[in-house]
């Protein structure tokens, strides 16, 4: 059985390695566009305009994914809406999870009651995950 400490950090480290695999590798150039497109309140043609497209179907287009967008545009992209080739290229979330899947990795060679955990909480099954989520979330309130 596993006791309410315990099963803090066994959710914690279940939420963490669901999140990891069900990570889309990245989410595609457009739809970060298009995010950071309505964060900067701009329509299809004003974005358009902005990277000297002719009009804003090729904007819809990309974000869409139905065309793709190339290299030498994507620096423009970033540019133009004032972020990093890497937010558009989706690298900075992979780079996290990567570093958090790396911390965990280590953690279960260097500690055994880590490792034990990380058995326990591959027992799990969805409907207790739930139950726990919620109970840490209780905790965490009251904490």
Do not use: C, H
């Not at 558009?88 to 965990?104: F, G, P, R, Y």
């Amino acid at each position: 059985m596993v006791t309410p400490p315990k099963l803090l950090l066994v959710l914690e480290i279940r939420l963490i390695l669901l999140e990891i695999g069900d990570l889309k590798m990245s989410r595609t150039i457009g739809e970060l566009i298009k995010i950071r497109r309505n964060e900067l309140g701009w329509s299809l043609q004003e974005l358009a305009d902005r990277m000297g497209y002719k009009n804003k179907s090729t904007i819809s287009r990309i974000e869409k994914g139905e065309i793709d967008v190339p290299q030498s545009k994507v620096k423009k992209f970033a540019n133009v809406m004032g972020t990093s080739i890497a937010y558009l290229m989706d690298w900075e979330q992979v780079q996290q999870k990567n570093s958090t899947l790396a911390d965990i990795t280590v953690r279960m060679r260097t500690d055994k009651d880590f490792a034990s955990l990380i058995d326990e909480i591959n027992q799990l099954d969805p409907e207790q995950l739930a139950s726990i989520k919620q109970f840490v979330g209780f905790v965490l309130k009251k904490g």
